[in-house]
Structures are given as structure tokens and as C-alpha cells.
């Protein structure tokens, strides 16, 4: 029986087409002799082993045929209308690259045809400006330096024998002048060459890009055409081919990946080997918005089940709505895969603060009883409400206990966080034990007296929860954390993490508790610059030791590269540091993809920029862009309500969605900056980043110092996110004077 392999195609096909495709493909698979396929090789082809194949009267598919051990090995590269099929079949050269050690699917030009001409330049087109009144035209444009270090650093000779790059992608390379050419180059090479000149025009060493490509150069000894080689070489290619044999199910779900969700199959070499290494300890994955972290995680969790199907899995993140989220996603790229309830064997997919629930309500009395003492001081009964804001209780047990101290200390927001990261992350009862208690990491230093004062307040705001038989969250998750420290069985064998940069002090206690330390314990995915709730606080206070375990992701898949620059931009002059306390490099991440470059509009008032928001909303919809693949986000939530009202006056359907949900079929998505977390859309409108609204004042002023710049680094951080949900297209309006934080 002929074996089939996938490349990973660039070309989309329509919905009939597509099932035409894969119908041909599954009677290949059976026999490729099968009448009606129509197996035939090329006229004067650039690769002998070049194929079409009969899909219908008006489309052909291409394949390259290998001798694999007696049987066919076809490789599929992709569907075309007959004549552009026929082209591409002639043109094409299945071959080994030998500097990059990978197979891969080469463009040669026709023969006997002029070389492939260079394609005209790429310019991005002119945002039309927006119909308002003259006095109230938005200003616009970011202009975003770029700079192609391919030609200080390459010539086309040692571009094509050092880094493998064909000739006339070399020489188009090094002629790129923008990022919009350098992506039209790149988009007409093999993957990997692609991968290799992006790294290279960034400025990177060729070691450095060999080894994030987990290429390992072959020598020159070899016939890079050699079928044996090949056949080799694309079972076991790392990311860019699929074998599938003749596996019909494989041969399925590696095709429909390839016009939608291309991560479920075809994944970037350093993302497949974040999947399948094999760790001694807690691991830790950064990389900035977009680069693949949740893909990562949820072939790692994939994995881990195949090689241990009664392994308990733990899949978890900051909130209950990003949890619902993973688990759709785990079901897209396998719904074989058993998602259930904690401590069953499975995946488990769910909100830390949900975890830290269930731990309750399976622990015994007792123990439950043990535990909270431990946290909470002894007397407290059942913990039967749970609460999630705490802004009031802080303040009546400020009004009650009337502490001595100067007012910035006894905020809210402040005591909040002394009362997570000090309070309960070192599970103090009694007030010897908080002024002697480790406060590492929080910016404000108080004396003994100071901590005896603000003990009176944590006192009070306990004993008025013991009264109302309450608890916090963050009480839960260190209750949960003591019960299983206790001993008994713990949950999980395997735990990996997402959004960790946003987890508060008692999350990590817990989530250290959950799974004994060891081999493959902890997973831990964050990106430091998307850090918008609670306070840093370094994973090495709870036992979780990296130690050397720390890895970056760098490439973007999300978003174009002007996005990227321009998002990259606004976190420039903020230092930003991860959850071990080393800083974080803002460089180096990069994207293949290229479009407009962002625009800024600001115009004189607050209805003039509801216009700007809906024409150009319109715009996007007169060019096809579906109204579910718009959101509009906003710091404020007066300014999600103009927006639904602008945009319900001129008939474009659109409604207000929250916790990492969206509008839906139909609808522009309205949201807040905080919802946005972990989703994304084609073109985004970030309204509202005038002055007054952003960074938003109420979440800083007052705070102590030190509390204050870390406050602003989180408004500074959610212009990130926001910024970084656009895949295409990214415009940021505002209304009189642009916040500080927007870069125009
Ligand atoms: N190998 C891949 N091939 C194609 N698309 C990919 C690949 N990896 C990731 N993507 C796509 O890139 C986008 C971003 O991926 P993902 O959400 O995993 O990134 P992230 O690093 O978790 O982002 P964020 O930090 O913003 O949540 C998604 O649309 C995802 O499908």
C-alpha cells in the first residue's frame, strides 16, 4: 500500500474543493492505481519524481513520488486550478537541504524559463482616512524603523552554501528594504529557509538560528536528491512534513489542519521539542504574545497522555474563563483526548481558584479543619462564603482598627497585597509571626512598628470574616495548598500552567502542593510583559526552582510584524522583570507575516472618536472582514458603551462581551482590555487611549511609591495585550491629549 506524507502547504482551498482533495488523498493512500486518480508525471520537469493527480475537471493535486522500500511514498504538496498545478509541478524540487538538514519543497522557476522574477514590492496600503468633519481629522501614522542585517553581515554566496538558501531567494533577501518585502521573500521559500533568513536579516548569528531550527547541517557528502535520504528525512522531519502512512485517521486530521489550525499538526521545531522534552523539574516556557505558548502546552498535555494514559493531568491558568478556553482548544486539536474531573487519569482543565475548591471539597473534616487553622488562626468553622472583591472589607477593617499609619499604607489595593504576598504566603497567624515574615519582592519597607499597626488591620479583617463564615479566594488556594502539604495523595502527577505571570502568591503555594516534585511536575508558561493583575512575586519563595529550566519563544504567529514592532514599542523604557526576578529582554521576537503598519488617531473629542471607531469599522467590513473577526477594546467601560452605541446607529451589529468570551457569529466584539487576555482577532480598535482614561488613574493614585510604578507597569502591560490581539490590522484611537503610554 503507497505511504502519503503532508507538507505543509501554503495554499487555501475552497470548502468543495477541499473535500475533493481529501477524497483523492484517502483512495491514494488505499491504491494508487485506483481508476479516476490519474498519477501523472510531468513534461520536462524540474524533479523527475514530480506528479499530478486527477481532484476534479478544474483542479489537480501535486505530489512527489519516492521509492520507499518496494512501496510508493507519495508527498503531497498541495491543490491547484489544472494549469497553475501543472506549473508548480514542473517547477518544484522535492530535495535534502543540506545546511539546514531538512527536507523540503524548493521553487526552481520553469525550464527553459526566464528565472522566477521578483515579485513588485509590497506596499501596504494607505489607511483611507475616516469620514469626519475637517476640524476634527484624526492625526495618524507610526512610522517603525526596520533594519536588514542580512546586508551588513551576508553576502549571496554565503548565504546559499553556509545558511541554504537558494539563489534567487538569497539574492531577493538581501535586496529587501522593508518588512514587507523581507515577508513577501520569505513566504515564497521552504519553511525552514524562510525561518533561517528571518532569523538572519534580524540580526541573529547563523549558530544561533541553526540551533533554534533544531537543524543539524548534513555535510556536503550526500545526494540531497537521494530517495532513501528523503524518505528518511520526512518521517522524521520535525515539523514541516507529516507522515501519515497509510493511516487513514492521521491522513485526515493532518489535512484538515492545513487550512485551518496548522498548530494542531505542523508545529515550529523549538515548539516541538518544548512538547516532547523530558524534564528533571519545573520548567519554565516565556515568549512574547502570540508565540505559540498555549499551542505548546496543549500538545505537552497531549503528550504526557499518550505516554502515560493513566497519568492525572493537570491543565491550568489564571481564570475559570481562560480554563473554558484551554478546553475548547484541547477538544480542537483532539477530542479522543479524556478531559475530567481532578485526580481521575486524563487531562484535567481548570481555573486555579476552581482547583483549589474541589482540594476542598474533597478533603476530609478534619483535615480541613487542620488546614485552615494553619492559614487562618484556630475557631473557624466551614468556609460557606466565598468572596472576590475585598476593596470594602479592607476598608471597614481599616475604620475598625484604626491603625497609626500614613494613608498610602492603608489603601486597599495595598493591603491587599501585603495581606496575599506576605500574610498568607507565609501562612501567619499571629502578629510575631508577620513582623518577623520574609516580605522579598515587595517594594515598600515597613518597621516593626508599621507591622504591628497594619496587623491590627489584617486582625480585624479576619475576625469580621469568621463572623460571616467567609473566605477569600486567595484564603482558599493557601487553605487548599496547607491540605495537601498535609499529606494524603496529591491530584496530579503532571501540571502545566499558563498566564502564570498573573498568579498571586497563594496560587503558587498551590501550585506546588499539587504535584510532587520530580520529573515532568511543573510546565509553567508566562510572558512577564502581560503581567495586568496582582503583584510579581518569584516562584523560588515556593519551592519552585527553574534552575537553569528556562526557555524563550521568539517567533510570532499571531500577529504581523508591524503589529509586533509596534506593540514591542510601547513596553520600551518600562523595565520589566519574570518570575525569577531576572529581566526581561524585549528583543528578538519577530514575525514572518507582514501588513499596514498601525495607525494612531487622536481627534478633539469623544464623539468624534466614536466616528472614527465606526467608519473605520465599516471600512473593514466593506473589504470583507467578517464583523466576528473585529473587537474594539477599552480601558473603561463607559467607552464600551459608546462604541455599542455608535456602531448600534449605523446597523452594525455589535454587543459587550466579558470573561475571555466573545460577541459572536455576527457581532463586533466590545470588550475591556482584561477580557481580551488570550484571545484575538483580525483587525482590533483599542479606543480610549487618551490621557484621562489611560493608564487609569483610581489604580494608582494613592498607593505608596514603589506600589505606584508597579501599578502603572501593569496599565503599561495591558496596552500590550490589547495591542497585541490584532493580527492584521492594529489602530489605537484616543480623544484630546493620547495617553503617555501610546507611541505615535
Ligand atoms: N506552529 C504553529 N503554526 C501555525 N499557527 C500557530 C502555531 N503556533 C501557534 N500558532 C497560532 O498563533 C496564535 C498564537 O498562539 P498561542 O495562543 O498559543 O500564543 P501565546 O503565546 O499563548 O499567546 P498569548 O500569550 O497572547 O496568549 C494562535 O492563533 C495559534 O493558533
Redesign the pocket.
Known amino acids: 500500500m503507497p505511504f502519503v506524507s503532508m507538507a505543509s502547504a501554503k495554499n487555501k482551498l475552497d470548502g468543495s474543493v477541499q473535500k475533493l482533495a481529501m477524497s483523492f488523498l484517502q483512495k491514494l493512500q488505499v491504491d494508487d492505481t485506483a481508476p479516476g486518480l490519474h498519477i501523472e508525471p510531468m513534461k520536462q520537469p524540474r524533479d523527475p519524481r514530480a506528479r499530478t493527480g486527477r481532484v476534479n475537471d478544474m483542479y489537480r493535486a501535486v505530489l512527489f513520488k519516492l521509492e520507499s522500500d518496494g512501496e510508493p511514498h507519495y508527498v503531497y504538496v498541495g491543490t491547484w486550478p489544472h494549469d497553475e498545478a501543472i506549473d508548480i509541478a514542473r517547477s518544484r524540487v522535492l530535495k535534502f537541504n543540506l545546511a539546514l538538514g531538512a527536507p523540503e519543497v524548493e521553487d526552481r522557476g520553469l525550464i527553459d524559463e526566464a528565472p522566477v522574477e521578483p515579485q513588485p514590492t509590497y506596499v501596504p496600503p494607505t489607511p483611507p482616512q475616516p469620514e469626519v468633519s475637517e476640524e476634527r481629522q484624526p492625526s495618524g501614522g507610526v512610522v517603525l524603523e526596520w533594519t536588514n542585517h542580512l546586508r551588513e553581515n551576508w553576502t549571496q554566496e554565503r548565504l546559499e552554501s553556509e545558511a541554504g538558501i537558494s539563489a534567487d531567494g538569497a539574492r531577493r533577501a538581501l535586496a529587501a528594504t522593508t518588512q514587507a518585502e523581507l515577508s513577501e521573500v520569505i513566504d515564497a521559500l521552504p519553511e525552514m529557509q524562510g525561518l533561517a533568513i528571518l532569523g538572519l536579516a534580524n540580526g541573529d548569528e547563523l549558530a544561533d538560528v541553526l540551533d533554534e531550527l533544531g537543524a543539524q547541517p548534513a555535510g556536503s557528502v550526500q545526494d540531497p536528491q537521494d530517495d532513501a535520504l528523503l524518505d528518511k528525512a520526512i518521517r522524521e522531519s520535525k ?1 514541516q512534513f507529516v507522515f501519515v502512512g497509510d493511516n487513514p485517521d492521521e491522513l485526515r486530521e493532518a489535512f484538515e489542519s492545513l487550512d485551518f ?3 494542531r499538526v ?3 521545531p523549538e ?1 516541538r521539542k518544548y512538547v516532547e522534552t523530558a524534564t528533571s523539574g519545573p520548567y519554565r516556557l516565556t ?12 500538545h505537552r498535555a497531549r503528550s504526557l497522555y499518550r505516554a502515560n494514559p493513566n497519568a492525572r493531568i493537570l491543565l491550568t491558568t489564571y481564570t475559570r474563563a481562560l480554563a473554558k478556553s484551554l478546553s475548547l ?1 484541547l477538544t480542537r486539536l483532539d477530542s479522543s483526548l479524556p478531559q475530567v474531573e481532578m485526580g481521575k487519569p486524563g487531562i484535567t482543565i481548570a481555573g486555579m481558584d476552581q482547583i483549589a475548591a474541589q482540594v476542598l471539597r474533597d478533603a476530609p473534616a478534619s483535615a480541613l479543619e487542620a488546614a485552615t487553622a494553619s492559614v487562618l488562626g484556630p475557631g473557624r468553622n466551614t468556609l460557606s462564603v466565598k468572596l472576590g472583591r475585598v476593596d470594602e472589607d479592607f476598608e471597614e477593617a481599616v475604620d475598625m482598627a484604626s491603625p497609626e499609619l500614613p494613608e498610602p499604607l492603608l489603601q486597599p489595593r495595598f493591603l491587599d497585597q501585603e495581606y496575599q504576598s506576605v500574610v498568607l504566603a507565609n501562612g501567619v497567624v499571629e502578629e510575631k509571626d508577620y513582623v518577623r515574615a520574609s516580605r522579598s519582592g515587595r517594594g515598600t519597607a515597613l518597621n516593626r512598628g508599621a507591622r504591628q499597626e497594619l496587623w491590627k488591620v489584617f486582625a480585624q479583617f479576619r475576625l469580621s470574616h469568621r463572623m460571616k463564615d467567609a473566605a477569600t479566594f486567595p484564603e482558599i488556594a493557601a487553605i487548599a495548598a496547607a491540605v495537601l502539604r498535609a499529606g494524603g495523595s496529591l491530584p496530579f502527577d503532571h501540571v502545566l500552567v ?2 502564570a505571570q498573573d498568579f498571586s502568591a497563594p496560587h503558587w503555594l498551590l501550585l506546588r502542593a499539587l504535584v510532587a516534585e520530580g520529573a515532568d511536575d511543573l510546565f509553567i ?1 508566562e ?1 512577564s510583559h ?1 503581567r495586568i493583575y496582582g503583584q510579581k512575586v518569584p516562584m523560588s519563595r515556593f519551592g519552585i526552582n527553574i534552575r537553569g529550566r528556562s526557555r524563550r ?1 521568539r517567533l ?3 500577529t504581523t510584524a508591524e503589529n509586533l514592532a509596534y506593540a514591542m514599542s510601547l513596553l520600551s523604557g518600562a523595565e520589566y522583570s519574570d518570575l525569577d526576578d531576572e529581566k526581561v529582554a524585549e528583543s528578538g521576537y519577530r514575525s514572518v507575516r507582514s501588513g499596514p503598519t498601525p495607525s494612531v488617531l487622536t481627534v478633539s473629542d469623544s464623539a468624534a472618536e466614536v466616528d472614527v471607531v465606526v467608519s473605520r469599522i465599516r471600512e473593514w467590513m466593506s473589504a470583507g472582514v467578517a464583523p466576528e473577526a473585529i473587537a474594539v477594546l477599552v480601558r473603561s467601560e463607559k467607552n464600551a458603551t459608546r462604541a455599542v452605541d455608535g456602531l448600534t446607529r449605523v446597523g452594525i451589529p455589535s454587543s459587550v462581551a466579558t470573561g475571555g468570551s466573545v460577541a459572536g457569529k455576527g457581532k463586533v466584539t466590545v470588550m475591556t482590555m482584561h477580557s481580551s ?4 482577532f483580525q483587525c482590533v480598535v483599542v479606543m480610549g487611549a487618551g490621557a484621562g482614561d489611560l493608564p487609569a488613574k483610581w489604580t494608582f493614585e494613592g498607593l505608596p511609591e514603589a506600589e505606584q510604578s508597579d501599578a502603572l507597569l501593569r496599565e503599561r502591560s495591558l496596552l500590550y ?1 490589547a495591542a ?2 490584532a ?1 492584521d490590522e492594529l489602530v489605537i484611537t484616543a480623544s484630546g491629549e493620547p495617553s503617555e503610554l501610546v507611541r505615535r
Not at 287 to 298: D, E, I, N, Q, R
Not at 677 to 680: F, N, P, R, S, Y
Open positions: 515539523g489550525d496548522k498548530w505542523f508545529l515550529h515548539q515568549g512574547g504574545a502570540g508565540t505559540g505558548k498555549t499551542v505548546v502546552l496543549l482548544q499558563d498566564e508558561a510572558d502581560q519563544l510570532n504567529y499571531r487576555k488570550g484571545l484575538e495585550v497585541t490581539r493580527r
